[in-house]
């Protein structure tokens, strides 16, 4: 395997790889903003997977793009990562791909600086996860190399069965809070 086709194959697994931990951040995201919590499973465990696993969206989210851009299979720069949609390659696709990265970065320097700016506007911030996981779904789905693949579609495919699944769990329990019991501190989002 030559350089280049190694930074291929790196770049089409990190993507994947990420698509994945970025579904499993959303998802412990709403299931900790629910504060839910089982017999054997506090909430604790919750929030500090949510916030390991989003560390680990940006490793290799790192990873998707330097080996994109160093690939020098297609003519992606340093920019087109960061700004959107003036890409000459793909423009809609990675223009995409550069919103989520956008997104994702706004929503990781405001965790870093939730102390300094205040846990509202945090939380204001934090809403564009919300935003930033559907977006770099359709990226990967626009733009990936294997994007028609079986298995790509069954791994996109399940990533959003898993986030609608719990999206609607949060929305149901919030519509059926009084009935359980809950306070409205257990289900503030």
């Known amino acids: 395997m030559t350089g280049g086709h190694a930074l291929w194959y790196l770049t089409r697994g990190s993507g994947a790889v990420t698509l994945v931990l970025l579904t499993a951040a959303v998802v412990l995201g709403i299931t900790t903003s629910v504060r839910w919590a089982g017999r054997h499973w506090p909430r604790f465990v919750t929030a ?6 989003s560390l680990l969206v940006v490793v290799f989210l790192a990873l998707h ?4 851009v160093l690939d020098g ?5 340093w920019l087109d990562a960061l700004v959107p949609f003036g890409s000459a390659y793909r423009p809609l696709w990675l223009g995409l791909g550069a919103v989520a ?4 970065v706004a929503v990781a320097v405001t965790s870093l600086l939730r102390r300094r700016i205040g846990r509202r506007a945090w939380r204001a911030v934090h809403w564009l996860a919300y ?6 779904l359709v990226h990967g789905v626009g733009t990936g190399s294997d994007n028609r693949q079986a298995w790509m579609l069954t ?3 399940l990533a959003a069965a898993a986030v609608l699944a719990v999206a609607g769990w949060r929305l149901s329990a919030r519509a059926t809070a009084p009935a359980h019991g809950l306070t409205g501190e257990m289900i503030r989002s």
Do not use: E, K, Q
């Open 155 to 157: 791994l996109d495919a």
């Open 65 to 68: 793009v330097a080996t994109t």
């Open 131 to 136: 935003a930033c996981w559907p977006v770099a």
């Open 101 to 104: 990265l956008d997104l994702l």
């Open 73 to 77: 299979y297609a003519p992606i720069g």
């Open 48 to 53: 500090a997977l949510h916030r390991n696993v």
